[in-house]
Structure formats: C-alpha cells, structure tokens
C-alpha cells in the first residue's frame, strides 16, 4: 500500500473518530465491543510483526565486497528507517487499527450515554416505571 493510500486511510479514521466524538456514529454495543476487540487483536500482531521487522535491520552474511556492503544497506533499510520500509508501514498501520479501536470505543459510549440520558429523562417524567 502506498504511503499516500495509508494516509487516506489514517485521514479517514480521524475523521470517523471525531464523528463518533460528537455522536454523529453510534454502533450497536455487541458489535462495537467485538470491532475494538478485533482492532486490538490487529494492533497486537502488527506489533509483533514490527519486532520482527526491527531485527531485520541487522543483515549478515553479504560478504566483504564493496557492492555485497551495499546491498546489506539496502536490505537492512528495507527493514526500517528507510523511507519505505517494513517498520515505517507497520507503525502506520498500528496508528490506524489504534484508531479504529478507540473510534469504536467511542461509538459505544456515546450510544450508552445517549440511551442513559433517555432512561433518565423518563425516570424523571415518571414514565420509566412499567
């Protein structure tokens, strides 16, 4: 995925967080639970992977020729900090499934409170009593 798609992406889940932020998205709170839940359970592998990826940074077994040196540097910023490397795409897609989670989160909770502030407006009018 290019860095202008993941952009787009985080672009994207910004701003449904701060529709879910103002109560503009509501989600079921079943189903908001189980979209946080699998959000963290990305997070978690991306996270992984990135460790993974960090330890790639350290190539060997190139040989000692001057064009050998200069593909293990290839290689190994291929690995991380190069402009587009494996750890660069990996923190950008641990951001947005962070993103989604907490947008989630926040779904959920404006739901319940929209649904508590109901409940106790009918409480309060004597009309929550069956």
Same mark, same amino acid.
């Given at each position: 995925?290019?860095?202008?798609?993941?952009?787009?992406?985080?672009?994207?889940?910004?701003?449904?967080?701060?529709?879910?932020?103002?109560?503009?998205?509501?989600?079921?709170?079943?189903?908001?639970?189980?979209?946080?839940?699998?959000?963290?359970?990305?997070?978690?592998?991306?996270?992984? &992977? *990135?460790?993974?990826?960090? !330890? %790639?940074?350290?190539?060997?077994?190139?040989?000692?020729?001057? =064009? #050998?040196? +200069?593909?293990?540097?290839?290689?190994?910023?291929?690995?991380?900090?190069?402009?587009?490397?494996?750890?660069?795409?990996?923190?950008?897609?641990?951001?947005?499934?962070? &993103? *989604?989670?907490?947008?989630? !989160? %926040?779904?959920?909770?404006?739901?319940?409170?929209?649904?508590? =502030? #109901?409940? +106790?407006?009918?409480?309060?009018?004597?009309?929550?009593?069956?």
């Amino acid at each position: 995925m290019s860095d202008t798609e993941m952009q787009g992406m985080l672009t994207r889940w910004q701003t449904l967080k701060t529709q879910a932020e103002g109560g503009e998205l509501r989600l079921d709170t079943d189903i908001g639970q189980q979209l946080a839940a699998h959000a963290e359970r990305m997070r978690t592998k991306l996270n992984g &992977l *990135m460790n993974k990826a960090v !330890e %790639l940074e350290h190539l060997s077994g190139f040989g000692t020729l001057a =064009s #050998a040196e +200069d593909l293990r540097q290839k290689f190994a910023l291929k690995a991380n900090n190069g402009n587009d490397s494996a750890v660069k795409r990996l923190k950008q897609s641990i951001d947005i499934a962070t &993103l *989604m989670k907490e947008t989630y !989160e %926040l779904a959920i909770r404006k739901i319940s409170e929209s649904d508590q =502030s #109901a409940a +106790d407006k009918l409480a309060g009018l004597g009309m929550g009593d069956a």
